[in-house]
């Protein structure tokens, strides 16, 4: 009894602190890794929407209550928001081509860079071309669309671009 005792002091508190590790070890959170084949194929959909004029193609690829961010400007929320934001560029560039430069996925981060190509021959344009690269930050939904995109560009020299062209002004 005694000798029970002093085993139960002494490896109890060993053997559950080992037990308490192997369980954390096992049950601990893993993200797993997005599948970067459907990424990639629903990045060259999501690319192939931005080339279609047709807006209604790039909300589609977001959740029904995804967001859309330009530039650190306002979010445009929900598809009818977002296809407004897609619209205005499509009809500032009836022309515009959109590229997929690089498609990042590092767990549950995905990052699309993009070339945007165009003349800005909408109403009000300037009738100069345009060659702007940037970058969205995906955060995706579990049906495999956008939930939130942050997007990125270099605005100063978009503005510079619609002034003076793609070469002009340097």
Not at 85 to 98: I, Y
Not at 123 to 139: D, L, M, Q
């Amino acid at each position: 009894m005694i000798l029970d005792r002093q085993w139960r002091t002494a490896w109890l508190p060993a053997i559950g602190t080992a037990l308490l590790m192997v369980l954390f070890c096992s049950c601990r959170s893993e993200t797993n890794p997005m599948d970067s084949a459907k990424l990639n194929e629903f990045a060259t959909r999501y690319t192939a929407a931005w080339c279609s004029q047709n807006a209604a193609s790039v909300a589609a690829c977001f959740a029904e209550d995804g967001a859309l961010q330009i530039n650190e400007g306002p979010s445009s929320v929900g598809r009818t928001a977002i296809r407004a934001a897609a619209q205005g560029f499509m009809t500032a560039f009836p022309d515009m081509v959109v590229t997929m430069d690089t498609l990042a996925v590092d767990r549950d981060r995905v990052t699309y860079h993009w070339t945007l190509t165009g003349t800005n021959t909408g109403p009000g344009g300037t009738g100069k071309a345009v060659r702007i690269s940037g970058y969205e930050e995906w955060r995706m939904c579990a049906d495999g669309l956008i939930a939130e995109s942050k997007g990125h560009f270099d605005e100063a020299e978009y503005q510079r671009q619609l002034k003076f062209g793609v070469a002009g002004g340097r």
